[in-house]
């Protein structure tokens, strides 16, 4: 199929005019391009072509914004220049013909000037790994561009596109306010008792200091090509011919109606963010694009006696722009459907995707979410379609869709106008919305309601209620509206319409997209927002005039639209002493060293290595099936694909396919079975990245399915473990139930998660030629398990290899085993072709083969006294370890370390299971288990506060360890302070007037309620494999006194180059700017622990001081012969009298010695505490839930570096509130994964972090057990948002009050609206009851 339509394309082409040149220009620079394939986006280009690697490739589907850059070209409909973000990753080059693109490189370098939106994401810290940093940069440069003074609010919305997974956006958002006048400093006026001002002992120094900041000066600015400024491009028509699409630019409606009849099969793209999406993972080709962007009746606009008549090419900003512009001009009642259109763009996308998307592609693409049809379909927009000869004027109704994607229209035909009519007096027109996460994010119910009234009455004249993610096209509520007609606007219509839209309204339990009782009861919900509001209107309208129902004060909060609350934050912490020499910044608030690098796009990752010579390229060949047979593998197809050079299985292997961690239980390639889908099965090597991938999707695998395992029920049910249970047990179980005065039971699901580090695996592999060795550039965190893994695979010793990392674009965990199953593969393919080979998967690849945080089910019983002492707890826990076995008994244990968080049990008994199923491996995570034993943890401490009716506050600081008391696994509680920093929070949250606000809030509002919850951490500090406790460092101070310092640890983000930097500089008295680390190899440090578990500063810190006072003892005759000299005299004195000036240093963290099976020795050097308190206000109505506000108290030692603590503090935290609140891993019921990359899988985005974001750093804190007093800072942050989960529970609770139901209730993480709504009990939920389970096959499974 794909080469016969490859074969009439090329008969096709060639009798078709050469291709057109295209013309445009790249930060200032003219690109004159022959040739140019359609297939090519601007990303492919400005990497591969250009070498402009400042661009980053996150998502390739337009939903992460690390690839934004700014367009700038003359448009005609607007009479001006426009600049505008777009996503490089969907922006096809042929659409750029005569603009103007701006790259991240193109506004300023370290080297020459840095652009103000380059330094200040940098010096405010909002750059850890970087990789997310250029996107930021150019969104914000662009709104700077068309706006030098904007508001906070349009630095918020502007950034809605872009997603950082490491920051928590605080510090981004801090950085970027110095562009706006407002300020987060609440001056002493508001912000109770954590404000600075009202409690001077908090003085703390600054993080940044804005007034150092460079202008902005709009004078600087490059200008717009004065080439392009002068004519608007010739109008004629552009063709530009690739292997496989020809891309046409006509200038005519006639012309694009004449080619539209000649290649009925074409597609029109105008944004490419439907198109774009399609062909790159849905395996679509279009040989033929029409692109209508320069014909006037497509994109020109007029106002009509009835409308607004939009052409079709119009882009959702300019539709957004001229709507405001009307709503601002026209009296209310004419603009109710403009109003709900702007209200439905808020949320549509980001605006990347806004600036270039048009409202055709948005209609035609016809998608049962889109956004636009419902209240498209509602408002009787009329639509203008034409085909060569013939044009008709339809009204959009829901007939106007055929079927799933399908729309009346003849294939010949092209949609040119939409017209979006104006109201009249006494007609009311709403949208609602409901996602998963607020902003950019499709719909999973929307709909678009219409009502007129008869004249001086509240009788209904007209009704209309459309509604998208209720079937596979946008569907209207006929019958329902029907009966209405005719009738009041009072509680007996209201009663009336929700019974029949249950009935009408109805999906198969196995609908796609699940959640179908939430769906239903949404569609309900928001018929009641509809009605409230619309008699809140008729009441303001019409008051006197006729009777209309009031509305009880209660209920209002109902019909309250969604609006953000303005952010603040507040970061305390303890300065360095006084007395500090000033070259000494241990302690001191430091940017990250590579940031102003990462802000200017020139900090090398991975994949941004030049090209080397005769490289090749790789993509992986994965299983469809999550257990079978494979029975016959037909690469005939794929070898056909121009390029390629060969594809590699299992006997491709020199060495051993066998691989794996704790245990050998992996293969390189799948050895004839598959245990999971996206099991890899083989490889494509070729000349291109765009060859192998389409190679890729053409080789054939079939298979002989065997039964699969996916969940944890099912796992159970087989007796499918991959080792036998763990067991953790402490006192005398059945002794403390018997002290008990009550018991609680239950259980409780906890989800996956998703890295989501914005930089995907990546592996660049080099042989060097000579005696087998091969250089491995890799994206791990494990540089020495990649190396000794892959001589293991090519069968050479480990010293033929060199794993080298610069850095890596983030990694949480998800780059410390499983980066071995692309290094391995890509090593192979280097080892058989005798040339360079890279790959770096794409998004959807690295989500469906990496694995990521483990699932949990968790049982217990808990047994408590009158007082809420907690006395004996037991324990069953289940993780979905998934094919292998990877990192999975060892993140069990650390569950079951975690399992009482920072609670004395004296009774307690835990077993644990890693069920073994067909999914991807699941692997290290952030907390490695710890944030999955702490939730269940206080699953059960909340049971006992339910049902005991204590205050929470009161139950959990009872049981709280206090010094000198004895965990369950027998280590004896030093330096203990988690009570301090309970006591601290209580108080810098004002706590308890906060509960009483919030029930006063709760008995007011009967739709909205508002949960407070305040919630401890206790995370031990050490790899519970002892073995791994040890770090290597090297330190080469060369003649001229620079230090070049190697240590064990990869920089991913954290800021460990940085820590590491600071420490040598402290130990050997010189300032930082001497020091430089250039990369983690292991050919300078071998045998290094991976980076992870929090202790990376620890142990390589230590290394280091070891290394450093090694060469201070060496420099010491030197110095005492010349005490008033400098450091690089006493070097070279040193190096003049033959002393080496190079020295390796060695750490291994004493008096470790846990014994598992005795539950004996020592676990943890010691622990980081932390206490959080987090107020949420959750719409009963939706499910939907605001983050008000949070503060955090976190015991960190005494900093290292303050800011990038905070900086660890708050990204932790906003990772933990995606695993508790938001981000879902949904599978099917045979082990597929649907959410495979941003458009499905939310991670929190800037607008999901708490309103008012509070955090301190616990002062007075040393630590003797680690590097200058300092403490673990990555994971133990990431459980404190638990406390938002269980604010929503605490809501939650309220909410079921006011329905009158009292019994404890089971919550599931995450808590996504979907869970809040159903748990919301009310009349609307139990018209939508749930079908029986085990009836039908659901679409997704709770795995
Ligand atoms: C990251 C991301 C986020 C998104 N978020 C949302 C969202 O929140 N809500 C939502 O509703 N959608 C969303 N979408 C979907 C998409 O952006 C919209 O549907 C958009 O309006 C499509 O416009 P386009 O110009 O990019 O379409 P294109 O991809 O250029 O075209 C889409 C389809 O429409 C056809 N078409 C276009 N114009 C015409 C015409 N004049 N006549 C006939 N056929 C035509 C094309 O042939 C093609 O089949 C999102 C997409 C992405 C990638
Ligand atoms: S890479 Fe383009 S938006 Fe993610
Ligand atoms: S700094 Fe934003 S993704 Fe890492």
Redesign the pocket.
Known sequence: MLIAQKMSHDMENSMMPESDELVFFVNGRKVVERNVDPELNLITYLRRKLGLTGTKLGCG???CGSCTVMISKYSPLQGKIVHMAVNAC?APLCSLHHTAVTTVEGIGSTGTQLHPVQERIAKAHGSQCGFCTPGFVMSVYTLLRNNLNPTMEEIEDTLQGNLCRCTGYRPILEGYRTFTQSSSCCGGAGDGRNCCKVQPNKKSPKLFESSEFKPLDPTQEPIFPPELALSESPRRTLVFRGERVTWIQPTTLSELLALKAKHPEA???????????EMKFKNMLYPVILA?TRIPE?NSTQRTETGILFG??CT?TYIGSMLKEAVDELPGYRTEVFRAVLEQLR???GQQ?RN???????I??A?P????NPLFVASGCLLTLASQGSTRVVRMDVDFFTGYRKTM?SPQE??VSVEIPYTRKGEYFSTFKQAQRRE???AIVNCGMRVAFREGTSVVEELELSYGGMGPTTVSAKKTCQELLGKQWNKELLQRACSLLASELTLSPSAPGGMVQFRRTLSLSFFFKFYLSVLQKLGQDFKGDFQVESIPPEQISATELFHKDPTSSVQLFQGAPPDQVPTDVVGHPLPHLSSLKQATGEAIYCDDLPRFEKELYLALVTSTEAHAQISSIDTSQALKVPGVTCFLTAKDIPGSNVTGHIAMDETVFADDVVTCVGHIIGAVVADTEAHAQIAAKAVKVTYKKLKPIITIQEAISHRSFHIPPLKLENGNIEQGFGQADDIVEGEIHIGGQEHFYLETHCTVAVPRGEDGEMEVFSSTQSPSETQVIVAKVLGVPANKIVCRVKRLGGGFGGKESRSTILSTVVAVAAYKTKRPVRCALSRDVDMLVSGGRNPFLGRYKVGYQKSGKIVAVDLTLYCNAGNTLDLSSSILERAMFHMGNSYKIPNIRGIGYPCKTNLPSNTAFRGFGGPQGMLIAETWMDAVIQKSGLPADQVRKLNLYQEGDITYFSQKMEDVNIVKCWDECMESSSYHSRRKAVDEFNRQYRWKKRGLAIIPTMFGASFTATFLNQAGALVHIYTDGSVLLTHGGTEMGQGLHTKMVQVASRALGIPVSRIHISETSTATVPNTSPTAASVSSDLNGMAIKNACQTLLERLEPFKAANPTGAWEQWVFAAYMERVSLSAAGFYRTPDLNYNWNENKGRAYSYFSYGVACSEVEVDCLTGDHKNLRTDIVMDVGLSLNPALDIGQVEGAFAQGLGLFTLEELRYSPDGVLYTRGP?TYKIPAAGDIPAKFNVSLLREAPNKKAIYSSKAVGEPPLFLAASIFFAIKDAIVAARAASGVMEPFRLDSPATPDRIRVACVDALTEMCPPAEPGTFTPWNVEV
Do not use: C, H, K, Q
């Not at 597609?267 to 999406?277: A, D, F, S």
């Not at 270039?356 to 948005?362: F, I, L, S």
């Not at 979410?369 to 636009?372: F, G, Q, T």
């Open positions: 589907e337009g939903g969907l597609r029109l793209v105008v944004g490419n963010t439907e198109v774009g999406i209508p497509l079709a090419a959702l949320w549509f996308a995707i270039v998307a048009a409202v055709g592609g948005n035609m693409t998608s979410i889109s956004d636009l229209l092209v949609l950019d994010d499709i458009g």
